[in-house]
């Protein structure tokens, strides 16, 4: 089947610390993959994606590379702030139906000053 | 900017109601989904609708139905609320493709915020 396993939180840390963020995935065939982030009070916006094997995903300083070989998606970020406190989701486009995606339980990210 | 609202940002119900949720889009969005949201468990798909009127089941579809009569709003319904569907609901769209990437970025509401004592 699909799922998408991403690492507990709450992750805190200090402003310019850097941010990695695990996520690994089981899935039929070669599935796109996401972050999703949701700030306090508001909706999930898409935060990055890659389509196949290799791909580098970037958007806000973060990046996350797709490895097809250890089926991970990791979400990393050089120096966060304290605007980067969210929680982070990690996510795949199932091939067995293109509607449905499989969400991670997600990460809280707390940065302090 | 484009924009995906939901009617209420909080409601409060008791079990054995009727619950209307309702989503709107303004983005001509072809596709629409409802998830639920709870600690520990991320985002569930509940319904989604690819066309007026079409609708096809998603994870947890019991205890839920849908309506989709117009192309720009998509409706959850709770036949009957019951306790454990207390919960953070999530109404999504995004843009037709079957196969292709543009359907691939979902844009999101700000979610409802059900209680059912």
């Known amino acids: 089947g699909n799922s998408v396993t991403q690492m507990e939180g709450p992750v805190t840390l200090s402003e310019e610390a850097f941010l990695t963020i695990n996520c690994t995935y089981t899935?039929?065939?070669?599935?796109?993959l996401f972050w999703y982030v949701q700030y306090p009070g508001e909706g999930l916006q898409l935060l990055l994606k890659?389509?196949?094997?290799?791909d580098k995903g970037s958007n806000k300083g973060f990046e996350a590379t797709y490895r097809k070989e250890t089926t991970s998606f990791h979400l990393e970020k050089g120096s966060v702030q304290v605007s980067d406190s969210a929680v982070y989701f990690c996510?795949?486009?199932?091939?067995?139906?293109?509607?449905?995606?499989?969400f991670g339980a997600g990460t809280q990210v707390v940065v302090t000053p | 900017d484009v924009k995906v609202t939901q009617s209420s940002r909080y409601l409060v119900k008791r079990t054995g109601e009727k619950v209307f949720l309702e989503c709107v889009q303004d983005?001509?969005?072809?596709?629409m989904f409802w998830y639920r949201q709870d600690p520990g468990l991320g985002l569930r798909l509940i319904y989604f609708?690819?066309?007026?009127?079409?609708?096809e089941k998603g994870d947890i579809p019991e205890g839920y139905s849908v309506s989709r009569e117009k192309k720009e709003r998509f409706s959850l319904i709770l036949e009957s609320a019951s306790t454990n569907q207390t919960s953070m609901y999530l109404c999504?769209?995004?843009?037709?493709?079957?196969?292709?990437?543009?359907?691939?970025?979902?844009?999101f509401g700000s979610g409802t915020q059900l209680s059912v004592l």
């Open positions: 999504a769209s995004s843009l037709l493709g079957t196969g292709g990437a543009t359907n691939e970025k979902l844009f």
């Open positions: 899935a039929t065939g070669y599935p796109s």
């Open positions: 890659a389509t196949k094997a290799d």
């Open positions: 996510a795949l486009r199932r091939s067995d139906s293109w509607g449905k995606f499989q």
């Open positions: 983005m001509d969005h072809e596709n």
């Open positions: 609708s690819y066309d007026v009127k079409m609708k």
